[in-house]
């Protein structure tokens, strides 16, 4: 059980530094990396802590700390993921709404050049 | 026919093989109707055929999807002052020869909304399997929520007032919109009409639905739906009185 602890904590130290060198190569906004710094760390604590895991485990009535660590990774990521959706989603009708306003703009600039160019 | 402030719609992605007909024969038929073409980023030549042909261009700088095109279009004209706009597909199905019609039932019965649909009466639903179990499936689950049975709830050749024009403007669904869109209309308390209409075959190209397309399909439109119905309901308690 130690073994999966540890490749849990490289899994997560690797997950920092992964996001890390993106902030640096702006491959990803900051704001964007909040969210996978704090499942980083998230994990990095749970992945150390195996008394807080038992806490947790006993809380939730489980037996198994592994369950509740799968648990909590589950948790967090999900809680990662959705936000994510909601980001994507945004981002998604905006670029809509810029798309459409350039097309309406360019359009009637385009009618006002021709208009423009048919007075004598 | 006066088609002051009308404009004929036709979105348009990668239609080159259809357009400058789809234009051509509305023009010939109707010299007095303003047509703009709605090109969804084709990459093809689509939008140079269609401004050769006659038609004014609205060019999308990205591919938004049926639904963003139209709405589009539906954007431009609202905010051009038109009262009505006609909607056909740029593949050649819709037959132009109907848009009067559809024309005639939207101002004689005040709807928002008119649909040419494909009706028995003109020949049937002239699609494949599929898309016919897709159109059946759709008319039951649609029928208790609209209050009323509706033929083809999947036809993209309809009319539209200033009043649908207005709230098309602002909220249109993205993707597969007919179906969508009649749920959108129900919970303003809008109304619409139908009209049986003769489709024909498309000039070129192929439908973006595809029978395996259609599972996807079915899922994205029946959760439309439901959203839709959630999402409207506190406005529609509050809709102001139609006419």
């Keep these: ?120 | 026919m006066n088609f002051q402030k009308t404009l004929l719609l036709i979105p348009a992605y990668n239609e080159e093989g259809a357009i400058t007909r789809v234009v051509a024969e509305v023009r010939a038929l109707y010299p007095d109707l303003g047509i703009l073409v709605a090109d969804d980023c084709s990459t093809d030549n689509t939008a140079d055929l269609a401004r050769a042909a006659g038609a004014r261009v609205l060019s999308l700088p990205c591919h938004l999807g049926l639904g963003g095109c139209v709405q589009a279009g539906y954007k431009l004209a609202f905010g051009l002052g038109y009262e009505t706009v006609i909607r056909i597909d740029g593949d050649g199905q819709h037959n132009p020869t109907d848009i009067p019609r559809l024309l005639a039932v939207l101002h004689q019965t005040g709807c928002e909304m008119v649909i040419g649909v494909r009706a028995k009466e003109s020949g049937g639903l002239q699609t494949h399997f599929v898309r016919k179990i897709g159109i059946h499936f759709f008319r039951f689950i649609l029928r208790p929520i609209l209050g009323r049975t509706v033929s083809d709830p999947t036809s993209g050749f309809v009319a539209v007032n200033r009043r649908a024009l207005a709230v098309f403007s602002r909220s249109f669904p993205l993707e597969y919109p007919e179906i969508e869109t009649l749920v959108v209309l129900q919970r303003r308390q809008f109304s619409f009409e139908e009209v049986p209409c003769r489709m024909r075959q498309r000039i070129a190209g192929r439908s973006s639905i595809t029978a395996l397309k259609s599972v996807y399909y079915v899922i994205h439109v029946l959760l439309g739906v439901f959203v839709n119905i959630l999402r409207f309901d506190g406005r529609s308690r509050k809709a102001p009185a139609k006419r």
């Design chain 1, 1 to 120: 059980m130690d073994r999966l602890f540890d490749i849990l904590t490289i899994l997560a130290v690797v997950l920092i530094v992964v996001v890390l060198r993106s902030l640096r190569r702006e491959h990803i906004r900051v704001e964007h990396s909040v969210s996978w710094l704090a499942a980083a760390l998230t994990l990095l604590v749970l992945s150390r802590s195996h008394r807080l895991l038992q806490q947790a485990a006993a809380y939730i009535g489980l037996e198994n700390e592994v369950a509740a660590l799968i648990l909590g990774i589950l948790a967090v990521f999900l809680g990662v993921f959705y936000r994510f959706s909601r980001i994507v989603s945004g981002l998604k009708d905006m670029n809509i709404t810029l798309t459409q306003r350039v097309a309406i703009l360019e359009y009637k600039l385009h009618q006002q050049n021709e208009e423009q160019q048919a007075k004598p």
